[in-house]
């Protein structure tokens, strides 16, 4: 049963920087190939597992084993081409030596990967890893994060935000804008988040794909987020200036006339009716399905807005008004006001919606159009 001590160069290595062609067999032919290549590239880690294989040769023929060495090489494009490259040599080898059993070494966590293939073929009976002690650390880090890197979920979630970054700084510095480059950052980032945390990836990529297809019609829903964007982003425009506006009122200031009334809220509130509604148009128009809950989406809505925005007046009257004139009492009219008009918006839409599904349950047959209504 013939031993083979196998040295892995999955991209080739040796075969680029020296000429020499896969498989290398025999203790001399390695010795003069470890040479050739420690010559053309002295910090070549393929060296040493070269010479690490011709010392386990020599140690085991030293035992009276039935041994041999090869050197086999992949391609540079590790992957599917380079390893079937070395499935092939290595099937030429089996049949030229005879061997049945292996020694695999290789020079990190790369080759290894190869140990499948190799095992389907000889059985394995050690594996050696050789690296140079001060950069061994360092290779199965980089291959760890090369390795990442080239997973599409890591890609969108850290190598995407750090493109947009790059992209707008540069972008922003082309155009002559570099005094307003980071406020441009810090907007698209939230709203990379924005789009991550309510999960509307998948909305995005039907809107892109919509727009590359050859079909006749795209869907309204589509167009609407356009519509959307931009009112979320004028949105934030109005908060940030609402911001700058109290910024003399302290942090908390601050914040409360970002999200309230006079800020960003109205206009996420319209975006997000207009997304529903779109749904439910295109669904109608589409499918002839007329969904009714978008009434009661919308009232929902509009009466939870209001609701919000007197909750923050009421805020805004403890925390600032308050600091403002100790003296006087905090005034909450406005905000008792808000409140009770989103709580009746909130009743008088329950009432129509009671109303609505009432007659659709009474079979009203003079219609032909489809409804829906979702509990």
């Known amino acids: 049963m013939g ?33 050739e290549l420690g010559l053309a590239d002295p910090e070549e880690s393929d060296t040493n597992t070269m010479l690490e294989a011709i010392r ?34 290595l099937d030429q080898v089996i049949t030229q030596t005879k061997s049945t059993r292996a020694i695999l070494v290789s020079d990190g ?49 850290f190598i995407l935000p750090i493109a947009l970054i790059v992209f707008v700084w540069g972008l922003a510095g082309i155009l002559g804008l570099s005094e307003i480059a980071s406020g441009l950052i810090w ?24 727009l ?3 079909s006749e019609r795209v869907s309204v829903y589509s167009y609407v987020w356009l519509i959307a964007i931009l009112l979320f982003i004028v949105g934030v425009a109005q908060g940030i200036e609402q911001m700058d506006l109290s910024k003399e009122l302290g942090v908390a200031a601050m914040v409360l006339a970002f999200l ?43 009466s939870l807005g209001v ?21 006087e009492d905090p005034d909450y009219t406005q905000g008792i006001w808000f409140i009770s008009l989103g709580l009746l918006i909130a009743f008088i839409g329950r009432i129509v919606f009671d109303i609505l599904r009432e007659r659709i349950a009474e079979g009203d047959s003079t219609s032909d159009e489809k409804l829906t209504i979702d509990e």
């Open 3 to 35: 031993l083979l001590i196998i040295a892995i160069d999955r991209d080739n290595d040796l075969g680029r920087k020296t000429g020499i062609r896969s498989p290398v067999i025999g203790r001399e032919a390695n010795i003069k190939a470890a040479l």
């Open 307 to 327: 609701i919000t925005a007197g909750i923050i007046d009421i805020m805004s009257d403890v925390v600032v008004r308050t600091d403002l004139a100790a003296t």
């Open 212 to 214: 590359l297809t050859t």
């Open 260 to 302: 309230g009334l006079n800020g960003i809220l109205p206009y996420l509130l319209s975006a997000i009716v207009c997304i529903e509604v779109s749904r439910t148009i295109d669904t109608y128009v589409r499918e002839g399905i007329f969904n009714i809950n978008i009434i009661r989406f919308i009232f929902t809505v509009v």
């Open 56 to 89: 386990t040769y020599d140690q085991l023929l030293d035992d009276g084993e039935n041994v041999e060495v090869v050197t086999i090489c992949g391609d540079i494009r590790v992957g599917t081409k380079s390893d079937m490259k070395i499935a092939n040599t």
């Open 109 to 157: 966590s790369d080759d290894l990967q190869l140990e499948p293939i190799i095992r389907s073929r000889l059985r394995i009976d050690s594996t050696r890893m050789v690296v140079v002690q001060q950069s061994r650390p360092i290779e199965d880090t980089l291959y760890t994060i090369v390795h990442k890197m080239e997973d599409p979920k890591i890609q969108r979630q």
């Open 187 to 210: 907007v698209i980032l939230s709203g990379y988040l924005l789009v991550k945390v309510a999960g509307w990836e998948d909305e995005f990529r039907t809107f892109y794909n919509e």
